[in-house]
């Protein structure tokens, strides 16, 4: 019985995060060099890295990882909620930045609603450069 209300809470809770959905490609810029590596890079973000823990108000979390010889990766979270903090499970951590890489070939910026009284932004951009 546990495993069925479980099971049915995800189900309701996966419906109710993936509403208010809107989103854009960026039609300049360069190229993901390697999709897999940055979806990976985002995945070790989301679960133990820079995207963990409490998102204050308006709070932005970013993380930049050199992908090469002047070629950066840049990730960035934004709670643009201004009353209400809140925790961003990895999975959603993930499926935000990666939707912005596996589906466009040169990053995007998404706005996402579906936790209470939430709207996240999430961006994933691969650009010429360095890290500061």
């Known amino acids: 019985m546990q495993i069925l209300i479980n099971f049915t809470s995800l ?37 133990g890295g820079v995207f963990t823990g409490v998102f204050k108000p308006g709070q932005r979390k970013y993380l930049c990882v050199r992908a ?4 950066k990766w840049e990730f960035a979270i934004t709670n643009q909620n201004t009353r ?16 912005e890489v596996r ?3 040169k990053g995007g910026v998404s706005s996402v609603s579906g936790w209470e009284f939430s709207i996240v932004s999430f961006s994933s951009d691969p650009n010429v450069g360095y890290c500061n």
Do not use: M
Request: with cysteine; hydrophobic share 35%.
């Open 68 to 71: 090469g010889e002047n070629l």
């Open 11 to 47: 189900i309701v809770l996966s419906t109710f995060s993936f509403t208010g959905v809107s989103g854009k490609c960026f039609t300049s810029g360069i190229d993901w060099s390697s999709k897999d590596l940055a979806v990976g890079h985002v995945e070790a973000a989301c679960r």
């Open 103 to 105: 589906g466009c070939d």
């Open 84 to 99: 209400d903090s809140f925790d961003l499970q990895d999975e959603h951590c993930i499926g935000g930045l990666s939707n």
